[in-house]
């Protein structure tokens, strides 16, 4: 019976682990993939509305572990400077405080996207002293569709996670 017992809390420790790591590589792979905006600097990070559905499915504790791991293995690799860094986590902790304050709802999935990009937006202007109004601006149409379909993707995860519970 101990055994059992045993074997099953370190199962499950192993999935937890790989799980995390899984969801740190997808945040950091989809973060290097930018969508066009109509007009030029309007461009956004895909990884936003995964980051959301992620939060979402499964949690805060283990989003805030995956996005910290993402932004070390952006900064391992050359791919992002501590800027960014700073920038995604105030990202990370606005989606985490609105999960925290809301839980996985459709208001979570509509408001929590923009509300981190805006708050990402306050802290990098915090960090350079200029342009507020127009990084905000420059943000709204990533706002729009990380509210639009941050859902579906939260709807993705979510199978996924049931399917990797059967097995």
């Known amino acids: 019976m101990e055994?059992?017992?045993?074997?099953?809390?370190?199962?499950?420790?192993?999935?937890?682990?790989c799980e995390t790591?899984?969801?740190?590589?997808?945040?950091?792979?989809?973060?290097?993939?930018?969508i066009p905006g109509i007009v030029p600097g309007t461009e956004f990070q895909l990884s936003a509305p995964i980051a959301v559905a992620i939060c979402g499915v499964f949690?805060?504790?283990?989003?805030?572990?995956?996005?910290?791991?993402?932004?070390?293995?952006?900064?391992?690799?050359?791919?992002?400077?501590i800027l960014n860094v700073a920038i995604q986590m105030s990202f990370r902790l606005g989606v985490g405080a609105?999960?925290?304050?809301?839980?996985?709802?459709?208001?979570?999935?509509?408001?929590s996207g923009p509300l981190g990009t805006a708050l990402a937006r306050v802290?990098?202007?915090?960090?350079?002293?200029?342009?507020?109004t127009l990084m905000l601006i420059a943000a709204?149409?990533?706002?729009?569709?990380?509210?639009?379909?941050?859902?579906?993707?939260?709807k993705i995860f979510t199978r996924c996670r049931k399917a990797m519970r059967t097995i």
């Not at 055994?3 to 682990?17: F, Q, Y």
């Not at 790591?21 to 930018?34: C, E, K, M, P, Q």
């Not at 802290?123 to 507020?132: E, I």
């Open 123 to 132: 802290v990098m202007y915090f960090l350079l002293g200029k342009g507020l």
């Open 59 to 81: 949690g805060f504790k283990k989003y805030i572990i995956a996005g910290v791991l993402a932004s070390l293995m952006g900064l391992s690799l050359g791919t992002c400077t």
């Open 98 to 111: 609105f999960w925290l304050l809301s839980g996985s709802n459709k208001l979570f999935y509509i408001f």
């Open 3 to 17: 055994k059992t017992l045993s074997t099953n809390k370190e199962r499950t420790m192993v999935t937890d682990c």
């Open 140 to 154: 709204a149409p990533g706002m729009a569709f990380t509210a639009a379909t941050a859902w579906a993707f939260g």
């Open 21 to 34: 790591a899984l969801l740190a590589v997808l945040i950091a792979v989809s973060g290097t993939f930018r």
